[in-house]
């Protein structure tokens, strides 16, 4: 840890080891390391402890329990969503404006005025959403697709989370928040402190006190109000420029637009993720429980190289806009070169390592021997697809460091309207092979999709660098053309 608290990095954002020293003037390489890290560990942190999640509730030898969370899961992708909406738009928005203090001092009072409404935002949508839920929650738990007996189980894990969805949202933002100020090592902490309490309170409520599904729900809950004291703690006592007091909430246009525009993307991207899900899920169980099988290991065996890619993609992002709305050209393309590189080395290696050792990685999950020749196609499949997936998110970071809120969308719900077309027709004209295929080629043109955007949007990207926002960037390009 440094000497430099974080409230003395924002009046210095060039003291070496300082959160904006990393954004401002560091190596590129070393900011790499602070910002992307962190963010990679939370990751691959929360993977494992989602696999004892499922173990606690295996414990109890109730495969209805088991089968309610399944259900009850996309809820929280839906939370998160809410909370991106808000939290990933405000954040950018907020390291673009850190970065544009370095020229224009007036631009960090107006970050008080973002951070207030992307948290109060969120917490305000959470609550409607989660009201909402409530009151039509029987009808909703149909829709998760529970029946039978696994509907009360259901209905109880899902009422619980649904009574959390404010604090889950509010969580999930202010992670978001923490991390444009480049403080991704105290997100690491936040993000670690809450999964610690998290097993702590499955323990107590599922072993214990015997509560169930409704226990490891409220476990999740109450975890993230953790969460949530830790982030508002730290940004209380150490952010000079960040303000979480309702005082500074604001409906501007001028905060509404940018914030909107990249959130919304996110939004759409997870209800596109959750429709893909249960689309793939239902047309690969028309194969038996075999491939099904084998597809779940295979995505279990790519998330260790695509939650260190997931790193760098989300972790660079604070970075990047830093530098564009500094106007800093050099740092803002060395930063992009480097996260590349990054993304592709990681990509690559453990592409070559898992594809040579392919069936004795596969064998450490599945016993069933048969299963390997399908096992090798489909985790060839997922390999190739985590390379495209990579870059298509560095992409989409990109566009969202920068304000491009068009692109960003197009970005974030592509790979949901190509994927449910070409699953379909490649499980009409190829079978299994095509479902496996289907993701791989969906990526592909996700990839192709933005960099095409990429290369139209490079004279509005730089008109953004020399004017210090997207916004100002539009007009001076219409009053060009003009």
């Not at 030898?61 to 839906?78: E, K, M, N, R, W």
């Not at 004279?459 to 926002?469: D, H, N």
């Amino acid at each position: 840890m440094s000497a430099t608290t974080p409230a003395a990095s924002a009046k210095t954002p060039d003291a070496v080891g300082s959160n904006r020293w990393y954004l401002s003037t560091s190596p590129i390489v070393r900011a790499l390391i602070h910002l992307c890290v962190p963010m990679a560990a939370a990751m691959i942190v929360g993977a494992v402890y989602n696999v004892i999640n499922a173990g606690f509730i295996g414990s109890l030898h109730d495969p209805v329990l088991l089968a309610a969370v399944t259900f009850g899961s996309p809820i929280l992708g839906l939370v998160m969503a809410v909370g991106g909406v808000f939290g990933v738009g405000g954040s950018a928005l907020i390291s673009r404006m850190l970065g544009a203090a370095e020229n224009d001092p007036a631009q960090a009072g107006e970050i008080k005025r973002v951070s207030s409404f992307a948290l109060w935002g969120a917490v305000i949508a959470g609550a409607v959403v989660g009201i909402l839920g409530l009151v039509f929650l029987h009808p909703l738990v149909a829709v998760l697709g529970a029946h039978g007996v696994a509907v009360p189980a259901t209905s109880a894990f899902v009422a619980v989370m649904l009574a959390f969805v404010p604090v889950l949202a509010a969580s999930f933002c202010l992670e978001q928040i923490v991390r444009s100020e480049g403080a991704a090592h105290q997100v690491m902490v936040g993000l670690i402190a809450s999964t610690i309490a998290n097993l702590v309170f499955d323990v107590l409520f599922i072993l214990v006190l015997h509560w169930g599904v409704a226990g490891a729900a409220l476990a999740v809950g109450l975890s993230n109000v953790v969460t949530v004291v830790y982030f508002v703690t730290y940004l209380t006592r150490h952010s000079e420029n960040v303000s979480l007091a309702p005082k500074w909430f604001s409906l501007s246009p001028a905060i509404l637009k940018p914030v909107f525009g990249v959130g919304v993307g996110e939004l759409l991207q997870s209800a596109f993720l959750i429709v893909t899900s249960l689309v793939l899920n239902n047309l690969a169980a028309n194969y038996g429980d075999g491939p099904l099988a084998a597809m779940g290991v295979a995505v279990r065996i790519a998330q260790v190289p695509e939650f260190l890619i997931m790193g760098v993609t989300l972790g660079i992002l604070p970075l990047l806009a830093y530098s564009f709305g500094k106007g800093d050209r050099v740092r803002l393309a060395a930063s992009l070169r480097a996260s590349a590189f990054t993304v592709g080395g990681i990509a690559f290696l453990f592409s070559i390592v898992v594809f040579v050792f392919r069936d004795q990685v596969f064998q450490l999950f599945v016993a069933d021997r048969s299963l390997l020749a399908l096992g090798g196609i489909i985790i060839t499949a997922q390999l190739v697809s985590m390379i495209f997936n990579g870059f298509t998110g560095l992409i989409t970071s990109f566009f969202q460091a920068t304000g491009r809120a068009l692109p960003a969308t197009i970005m974030s719900i592509t790979q949901g309207v190509l994927f449910i077309p070409i699953v379909i027709f490649a499980n009409l004209w190829f079978g299994l092979d095509g479902i496996i295929w289907a993701l791989t080629v969906s990526e592909g043109l996700v990839l192709i999709a933005g960099l095409i955007m990429w290369f139209a949007s490079r004279k509005s990207i730089a008109a953004g660098l020399a004017e210090g926002s997207p916004e100002r960037a539009e007009e001076v390009l219409e009053q060009a053309e003009v």
